[in-house]
């Protein structure tokens, strides 16, 4: 039995797809008729999601990561294509929007939660913790991944629970 069913259908032109969000390492579509998931296309090997969508399920769980359906690669073009289970926005306001992205510059190799400001807001340090999660687990390692902290790659599902989507862009074997 073919385990990427329905990417395998994407791929094709069975299923269409809607480009919901682009970057400069991914795309992320709408699928039609499957309103619960969406699809991912890394286009670069480097790309950050494609070593945590590679962490065994209960990692995954543990750091609150996206739940990843489906997953296969293009051995000629080394893209990588997902299936990812649908969440919703934060709904961050400007400033906490503004908090988040001052999170991309900021020196987490050497700072822990206690040695940090407090953040404004409830939600971004709630981010925050789900953040030196990752560092705590990752070491010297979460030093060389160049941070991608915006609002879209921090979501919820429909209880409210928060997931980090994609929060490194690019690494050097993380």
């Known amino acids: ?7 395998n259908k994407i791929l094709s032109g069975k299923i269409d797809i809607t480009l919901i969000e682009n970057g400069g390492y ?13 699809f991912k296309k890394s286009h670069t090997y480097n790309d950050g999601f494609r070593k945590l969508a590679s962490l065994p399920l209960k990692k995954r769980e ?3 990561f996206r739940n990843v359906l489906e997953k296969k690669k293009n051995d000629e073009t080394g893209e990588m294509f997902y299936l990812l289970e649908n969440l919703k ?15 991309n510059s900021f020196d987490f190799l050497y700072h822990t939660e206690e040695t940090i400001m407090p953040c404004e807001s409830k939600k971004v340090g709630e981010i925050m ?3 030196f999660k990752m560092k705590k687990a990752f070491g010297r390692k979460f030093k060389f ?6 609002e879209s790659n921090f979501m919820q599902d429909e209880k409210g629970r ?11 074997e993380f």
């Not at 991944?145 to 915006?150: K, N, T």
């Not at 928060?162 to 050097?172: A, C, F, K, N």
């Open 129 to 131: 913790s789900l953040i």
């Open 1 to 7: 039995m073919n385990k990427c069913k329905l990417i």
């Open 26 to 38: 991914s795309d992320v579509y709408e699928v039609e008729g499957y309103p619960n998931v969406v």
């Open 89 to 103: 926005p934060l709904n961050l306001s400007e400033n906490e929007k503004l908090e988040l992205n001052e999170l």
């Open 62 to 64: 543990y750091f609150s």
């Open 145 to 150: 991944a160049e941070y991608d902290f915006h």
């Open 162 to 172: 928060l997931y980090v989507t994609d929060p490194i862009s690019e690494y050097e």
